[in-house]
């Protein structure tokens, strides 16, 4: 969450007197009070409301909850204008502009629209790392705008109050919010600018503006209004909730019409509404309550969102500059602030058990309780893993035909883990370096193809324990086995057996009630060499269910 100051004077001439009244709905509207003073007064927004983080994006929505408003819609008007992305960075991509023109600053607006720059870049654009924002004043700069990438070391200009004119690469090193920002971009071959007509450079997004021309002072009337990063829905929704907060400083918004690299051309911004399905039924179902159809319209509209019609029943028209809304279940937390969560009443669910802790929990705590007493230490892994990981490290010498891969994972990690085993080498692998012995468990799911499940993939939970010292073997492995079917009173056999990540004679396959349930032994020394690791390691592994 996000803390936000206001003046008091402020935000009491848009929205009337601070009194405990006042707070108590402040509360109810979702913003909890943070904390004031004589001067100050400071709210919690959660990230999923960036449209609140300026006084006029949360004066413009507590106004039409408190009812002395109703929602506004924004005028766009068609400058004529335009943004040509031209070969632009791959890392990023997007760029989208307009123009705000008829404002008036003064030193405390000024402040808050770099309030509202530095808030959404750090939060809802993730520290800039999925896009920044910028501000120039409109009679510097000369139509049409070029955004395109170059060399750091062709970009030549002033950044913003820095006292001459620098490199691109010198910007990252020598400006301190070049400093603070430069990890985004110092890697990349060309870092991005905007170029306008005349071949003057605005600025190096994501990191500074150019004090020449990127400056808003007290003598700025209009203003071009720019986001570029690697995320275009992201940037379109921060450069409208700027854009409506400069309106409702006073401003006039212009659009832009923005062709990108691909060919593909915006008008931005698009104050259309998005549309959202709902059903009466739906909402009650959910919050409990039997409300009328004119009800939870009039509770959405005092949230700020409109309601239509189409053939295929009720949709609900949400601003522009909200992010929150995506599904449905979202309009019933809106009608729940709404009504007000003071309103409902409290009822014990109508269930015919009483609740336990499951056998699965019980079994669990009191193996952690035998081995901890033992003097093995848990650990707990991703249950996502990496085929090197899965397979090659721990002797298996290609990759299995049937692996549960991850559509886009973000990371190396792309496979579900089917085995404790090799997350455990990979735990001694990363600890090479710590004392010895190394004595670890770990108590979590495996996973396999199921076709027959509802997702075709199948999960049981299973026990790893591994040894790692000079003096790890089969015996002190079985030893420590032995004791725990003698705990749980279960009668096993041990079978000579075979496994890829272990010593030939020295691996035994465990039978529970003539069923194959695990395996026991000592590594192959090749694994330990090809995971760094200078000890001899024995492993058990085995399914958890036996225990039930």
């Keep these: 969450m996000t803390i936000v100051t206001f003046y008091k004077k402020e935000l009491e001439k848009r929205v009337g007197k601070i009194d405990d009244k006042m707070k108590l709905m402040i509360d109810m509207f979702g913003t909890p009070l943070d904390g004031e003073n004589e001067t100050e007064i400071s709210i919690e927004v959660f990230p999923n409301r960036p449209d609140l983080l300026s006084l006029e994006g949360f004066c413009r929505s507590f106004l039409v909850y408190l009812g002395k408003k109703k929602n506004k819609a924004y005028e766009v008007k068609d400058s004529g204008e335009k943004l040509i992305v031209s070969s632009s960075p791959r890392e990023w991509p997007y760029a989208f502009a307009c123009i705000i023109k008829g404002l008036v600053f003064d030193d405390a607006t000024i402040k808050r629209v770099i309030d509202i720059q530095e808030k959404l870049g750090g939060g809802y654009l993730r520290k800039r790392k999925k896009g920044g924002i910028g501000l120039y004043p409109l009679d510097k700069i000369t139509f049409p705008i070029t955004f395109k990438g170059m060399k750091p070391e062709d970009i030549v200009f002033r950044p913003l109050e820095f006292p001459k004119a620098i490199n691109g690469r010198q910007i990252l090193s020598q400006h301190p919010t070049g400093r603070t920002y430069g990890e985004i971009c110092k890697s990349w071959e060309k870092f991005p600018v905007f170029i306008d007509k005349k071949e003057v450079i605005m600025s190096m997004p994501p990191i500074i503006n150019s004090h020449d021309v990127g400056k808003v002072d007290l003598e700025t009337k209009a203003v071009f209004l720019e986001a570029t990063g690697n995320d275009a829905a992201a940037l379109l929704k921060s450069i409208t909730m700027i854009a409506t907060a400069l309106a409702e400083m006073g401003g006039t918004i212009y659009s832009m019409s923005c062709k990108q690299a ?196 199948g999960e049981v939970e299973r026990l790893c324990i591994t040894f790692c010292h000079e003096r790890a073997g089969f015996t002190e492995m079985k030893q420590i086995f032995d004791y725990l079917m003698r705990m749980f009173s279960l009668p096993y056999e041990i079978r000579e057996g075979e496994h890829e990540g272990f010593i030939e004679g020295r691996v035994g396959e465990i039978f529970i009630s003539g069923k194959s349930v695990g395996f026991l032994g000592e590594v192959k020394p090749i694994i330990l060499k090809n995971n760094k690791i200078g000890v001899p390691v024995s492993c058990l592994e085995m399914e958890l269910g036996v225990f039930l």
């Design 262 to 457: 691909n060919g593909k051309v915006f008008v931005v911004p698009d104050l259309q509404p998005d549309q959202v399905g709902f059903d009466v039924s739906y909402i009650n179902k959910n919050l409990g309550l039997s409300l009328s159809e004119k009800e939870i319209i009039g509770y959405l509209e005092k949230m700020g969102i409109g309601v239509s019609k189409n053939s295929k029943g009720l949709v609900a028209l949400v601003p522009a500059y909200r992010t929150d809304i995506l599904h449905s279940i979202d309009l019933v937390e809106e009608v729940a602030i709404a009504y007000g969560y003071h309103n409902f009443t409290p009822e014990f669910a109508k269930i015919a058990t009483i609740g336990e802790e499951s056998k699965s929990s019980v079994l669990k705590k009191r193996l952690r309780q035998l081995l901890t007493g033992l003097g093995l230490l848990e650990v707990s892994t991703f249950h996502l893993s990496t085929k090197e990981k899965q397979f090659k490290q721990v002797g298996v010498k290609e990759f299995k035909e049937k692996l549960i891969e991850v559509i886009d994972s973000k990371t190396e990690h792309n496979v579900l883990r089917e085995s404790l085993f090799a997350q455990a080498i990979g735990v001694l692998s990363e600890n090479s370096d710590a004392a010895y012995p190394q004595k670890i468990f770990e108590i979590g799911k495996v996973f396999f193809w199921e076709p027959k499940s509802e997702t075709g993939v």
